[in-house]
């Protein structure tokens, strides 16, 4: 190219795959995505997949299910380990939480948990957290689940996980 000498092409081509590298890696799923056979399922949004020989302790990204002790906690759970337990289902890792959980998206055949989760009415969209351009499907779903009164929508007043996990410490 007129005016530019070989020096600073070389620099301005390491400058561009440097640019490249750095939006790979800020992408949340393609890249983290694994598969392996879910063996626990210890809530509604927390499991265990064995990765590798490995178990891996996942939390279900951008949704809070009913806490144990509170109502549908346990159908959440249920419903969890119905839909998972023993099955192969694919894990696109978003980040680790202060618990040391992998944080993902989990999809079975397909179809994302979280999606069926909140259409069931036993999960909440965890707005504080939730994020990612999917989240705004999920707030849809939420919508239509509480419109039909699903489930954990069918108390008139449902206390969020979060506002029970902070009443339960204090």
Wanted: with cysteine; net charge positive; charged share 25%.
């Amino acid at each position: 190219m007129k005016g530019f000498s070989e020096d600073s092409m070389v620099k301005r081509k390491v400058s561009m795959l440097y640019l490249l590298v750095l939006l790979f890696l800020a992408l949340p799923l393609p890249a983290r995505g694994w598969s392996g056979k879910v063996i626990d399922v210890a809530a509604g949004d927390t499991i265990t997949v064995l990765r590798d020989k490995q178990p891996v302790r996942v939390r279900l990204y951008g949704i809070d299910c009913p806490e144990e002790g509170q109502p549908f906690g346990t159908e959440a759970k249920q419903f969890t380990a119905t839909m998972l337990l023993g099955k192969m289902v694919e894990v696109g890792a978003i980040n680790v939480d202060h618990y040391g959980r992998t944080v993902s998206l989990v999809y079975l055949d397909g179809k994302g948990v979280c999606d069926e989760l909140i259409r069931a009415g036993l999960a909440w969209v965890y707005y504080l957290y939730c994020n990612l351009p999917i989240c705004a499907e999920w707030k849809n779903l939420e919508s239509e689940a509480k419109k039909d009164k699903r489930l954990l929508w069918s108390d008139p007043e449902p206390i969020p996980p979060w506002r029970f996990r902070r009443q339960k410490r204090k």
